[in-house]
């Protein structure tokens, strides 16, 4: 019975002295947590259908710590030349290596119908810049992680990736 209450006290004392060393890692890291940086890099068309679109998204994470960023998912919403692109969530886990990058595809469907004449009055002109608009989060940590919110504008160049 002494045995048993003696073992119990010691993996109690063991599980927070664990617990509190964990706290101290955490502390320590979140006051020098950069936001990590976020870019659609390419759109690349799968299928094009009438009623039906399917794209590749290509995002580029750079992580701007001196220490390794795991992340556990991406929330997004891509607007081209103001037409609404893609919504929805990629929820790819990976970790992306002190003062490194990591880039990965997300797959998308959508349905461009309703604004047909709007994409193709933007394609008439190859050479002319469309601007995109690409917000959302990134989930970052594995367990007690942070979301951290997004928000970029930039432009494509339809040229570019029309072959010839």
């Excluded at 109690?12 to 060393?21: K, M």
């Excluded at 947590?33 to 580029?60: G, H, S, W, Y």
């Amino acid at each position: 019975m002494f045995y048993q209450a003696q073992t119990i006290r010691i993996l109690s004392l063991l599980l927070l002295f664990c617990f509190l060393a964990g706290l101290g890692g955490c502390s320590s890291t979140s006051g020098n947590f950069k936001d990590p940086e976020v870019r659609l890099v390419k759109v690349d068309v799968v299928k094009a259908k009438l009623l039906e679109q399917r794209f590749n998204l290509r995002f580029r994470i750079d992580n701007p710590n001196s220490f390794s960023l795991p992340v556990r998912g991406l929330d997004y919403v891509v607007h081209l030349n103001g037409v609404p692109l893609a919504t929805g969530e990629s929820t790819a886990r990976f970790t992306v290596p002190a003062h490194g990058h990591h880039s990965f595809n997300v797959p998308v469907r959508t349905n461009l119908w309703r604004h047909l004449r709007q994409i193709v009055k933007a394609l008439e002109k190859p050479d002319k810049p469309i601007p995109y608009r690409l917000q959302g989060s990134v989930k970052t940590g594995w367990m007690f992680g942070r979301s951290v919110h997004m928000s970029r504008n930039g432009e494509i160049i339809p040229g570019d990736y029309i072959p010839e």
